[in-house]
């Protein structure tokens, strides 16, 4: 595999001043990002009361190809929408992500 390297797009330092006001608040972005990749499915496991466990959230979204991974993934706080537009490639769903990062 070729080496591959991370970028950071200048729209990090907007991006890291907001900060969610609450963890149902976070959870949601990851609900709205399984959207966006057009998943038809999202379980989320939630820990149990008080435990160090993580909530897990699993969608069956699109993936993305080693192209997208290279060019958008690794490209800290890209756009997503300024790339790829206002609505989903398959569902054509109008893209929820509050931030529009991938």
Sequence with gaps: MDDVH????????????ETYRSS?????ELVDNAWDADAKNVWITLPTALSSDPIIVHDDGSGMTSLEMRNEYLNIASDKR????????????KVKGRKGIR
Excluded: H, I
């Design 24 to 28: 149902e608040a976070a959870l949601k």
């Design 6 to 17: 991370f970028s950071v797009n200048t729209r990090l330092t907007r991006l890291l001043g």
């Design 82 to 93: 300024a790339r790829t537009g206002e609505r989903t490639p398959l569902l054509k769903r």
